[in-house]
């Protein structure tokens, strides 16, 4: 096999797994992989610098094609009602087949870490046969020095071969499409699939059952700091603003999607960001939005027109076009990656029954609750004839990329709020005077003022009224706010539906935490909503 790049040959390589590929590029870098994937025709050079790429039939994860292999070490450790298993012998089947598939083959090796806390991070080694791909891993997990590549280890391997297909007879999967993590081989393969993010996700996954075991919570959240040096954490599932909210020019950003809880602080698992582009605003988004017209940025799935400009306006790919971009795209982002203890966290929903005040403070063991839920709403499509929110459940924010069971991460949280008594908010950016249909998005600008006076601890001390359904405490007052805007209730016409639609909430939340209700403390079961009499 021929090597090329910045490769320290002591280091080695596992010849069983790609020993085969006729050349093997090591630590290209980012140039190197921009020049070469235009050169190899992956992509198009967009007006602004950026690599456009297309990934075909895959645009977002492929869920159903996940798989985790199970035996001695996960057995007892995943959980299974929420992941896949494969076989130790349908996986072993799999990896010689992705040796196979490699022979003669040109592959790109990034060595990266995942994790800025040199205490807790992990090395990983990538291997891809597209060069956009190894661009793009070089930019989401967090780049070493050349120099350390010399003593360079690696402990989790990802093999990413789009061009090859499972075949579920012989290796136990539902399609041609893969994604398996073999934990106890520190080994994901991926195959069938060219959309980029799955590397990072699988990565995700495995620090997220390697980590509780060393005492760090692994978190689906964004993450930012003042200028006093308080730091923010921001969980939300897709369109509570979780990105929007977070991107706040007067704080630094530490991260925007993956990090750890140590007993050091807070630490970004990635070295860039993956943001969304459909709707992409100047105005809303600045920093991202300059970010993704930026040279070097990748742009996936993203329509362009006949001069090569980028439409974030059009979904006639997918309405989950992404850029890829390393942190420093971001001006105000965090070179270390790293904070010091949370003193606020804070859980957005967007919730479209229009039932959730804009803000309320949460006690720990209302924060566990809530972190199992992992509560946001859709608004109805526009199927004929479907009028109602959906509700959507996923627990702790991330429930697809959870190998272990929810109660394991939501009982760390409980801890580390007790231990560093961070204040904890659930902040609905949803409906309000109505569900959706009949009332209206609470507005950007009071979500802004109420997250500003929660930052700043000017709700500590401000009268708090106790929600009648859920328990946790509202503001009475704050800061620039119209104080009637903080109870639902006042802003519906009719108050009777208000609480018609309160108590068809309570349900829903309380059927979707009846299977963790077993793994919980009586105090954290105490904290589900109830019906008044």
């Excluded at 490699?102 to 870490?113: A, I, N």
């Excluded at 946001?376 to 627990?395: D, I, L, Q, Y």
């Excluded at 708090?464 to 946790?472: A, E, L, V, Y």
Aim: charged share 20%; hydrophobic share 40%; net charge negative.
């Amino acid at each position: 096999m021929q090597i090329e790049g910045r490769y320290n040959h002591a280091a080695g390589f596992d010849s069983t797994l790609f020993g085969g590929a006729k050349r093997a590029l090591f630590n290209l870098v980012e140039p190197e992989l921009f020049e070469l994937a235009i050169a190899r025709g992956e992509g198009i050079l967009t007006a602004d610098g950026a690599l456009r790429v297309l990934t075909g039939e895959h645009t977002g994860r492929s869920a159903n094609d996940k798989f985790i292999v199970r035996d001695a070490l996960t057995e007892s450790t995943v959980w299974w009602d929420n992941n896949a298993a494969m076989s130790e012998g349908h996986f072993a089947a799999l990896k010689a087949d992705f040796a196979a598939y490699m022979k003669g083959r040109e592959v790109f090796v990034q060595d990266l870490y995942g994790g800025a806390d040199p205490a807790h991070r992990i090395r990983v080694r990538v291997v891809t046969e597209n060069a956009w791909h190894a661009l793009f891993i070089r930019y989401l997990l967090r780049r070493p020095e050349l120099a350390d590549l010399a003593a360079f280890r690696e402990e989790l391997t990802v093999i990413d071969m789009p061009g090859f297909q499972a075949d579920p007879s012989r290796h136990g999967t539902r399609s041609g499409t893969v994604i398996a993590l073999n934990l106890r081989e520190r080994l994901v393969l991926i195959g069938g699939t060219s959309y980029a993010g799955e590397m990072k996700k699988s990565v995700f996954t495995t620090l997220n059952f390697l980590l509780p075991d060393t005492g760090v919570l692994p978190m689906h959240c964004s993450a930012n700091i003042g200028e006093k040096g308080d730091v923010a954490l921001f969980f939300g599932l897709s369109g509570t603003g979780k990105t929007t909210l977070s991107a706040d020019s007067s704080r630094t950003l530490i991260g925007d999607d993956e990090h750890g809880w140590s007993d050091n602080g807070v630490f970004n698992f990635e070295g860039g960001c993956y943001a969304k582009t459909i709707n992409l605003s100047p105005h809303a988004e600045p920093e991202i939005y300059a970010a993704c017209r930026r040279f070097g940025t990748v742009l996936e799935n993203v329509v362009v027109d006949d001069l090569r400009a980028p439409d974030f306006s059009d979904d006639r790919y997918t309405q989950n076009g992404r850029a890829a971009y390393p942190l420093h795209y971001i001006p105000n982002a965090s070179e270390s990656g790293m904070g010091g203890q949370p003193d606020t966290v804070i859980f957005l929903t967007a919730d479209a029954f229009g039932v959730l005040p804009p803000i309320a403070r949460l006690t720990p063991e209302q924060a566990m609750f809530h972190f199992l839920s992992g509560y946001t709403a859709k608004v109805a499509g526009t199927e004929k004839g479907v009028t109602e929110p959906v509700a959507t459940f996923s627990a702790c924010f991330g429930a697809p990329f959870m190998p272990r069971h929810p109660a394991v991460y939501g009982k760390m949280l409980k801890q580390r709020l007790h231990e560093t008594g961070a204040r904890c908010w659930l902040v609905n950016t949803g409906w309000t005077g109505g569900p959706y249909g009949e009332g209206y998005r609470m507005p950007i600008r009071d979500t802004r003022a109420l997250l500003h006076a929660a930052l700043s601890g000017a709700l500590d001390g401000v009268p708090m009224r106790r929600d009648p359904f859920f328990g946790f405490e509202v503001p009475m007052t704050a800061p620039d706010v119209d104080a009637r805007l903080l109870d639902p209730r006042a802003t519906w016409a009719d108050a009777q539906r208000y609480d018609e639609q309160a108590r068809r909430l309570v349900a829903m939340f309380n059927d979707n935490f009846a299977a963790f209700a077993g793994h919980v403390e009586d105090a954290v079961k105490a904290a589900a909503p109830v019906v008044p009499a």
